[in-house]
């Protein structure tokens, strides 16, 4: 199983990028997805997060401005990010609670690889 993350790059503040994470592997189940970033010399947090009915949870620094989503059948996640700003640069990484199939894989986290979010003020 593995989460390939894309959609990073360098954009103005007060612009848009959509992240995306397509899960892929021999899954069985997806459960929590979510996207966490990590900015130089601060620890990785989390930022949004949403459950496979879709109930969706988000940091309060980007509540309003974030929009997290999933396609079930598709086994990707987006993250929506507007109105950038500055402190928003950061290495975004995607994470997801899998079942994988197959004997004796079992359920675990998987994170993908990072993009790299640079705001430009």
């Known amino acids: 199983v593995q989460l390939q993350a894309s959609g990073g790059g360098l954009v103005q503040a007060g612009g848009s990028l959509r992240l995306s994470c397509a899960a892929s592997g021999a899954i069985f189940s997806i459960y929590d997805m979510g996207w966490y970033r990590q900015a130089p010399g601060k620890e990785r947090e989390l930022v949004a997060s949403i459950i496979k009915t879709r109930d969706t949870k988000y940091m309060d620094s980007v509540k309003g401005r974030f929009t997290i989503s999933r396609d079930n059948a598709k086994n990707t996640e987006y993250l929506y990010i507007n109105r950038l700003l500055p402190e928003d640069t950061a290495v975004y990484y995607c994470?997801?609670?899998?079942?994988?199939?197959?004997?004796?894989?079992?359920?675990?986290?998987?994170w993908g690889k990072g993009t790299l979010v640079t705001v430009s003020s």
């Open positions: 994470n997801a609670d899998i079942l994988a199939s197959g004997v004796g894989v079992g359920r675990r986290e998987y």
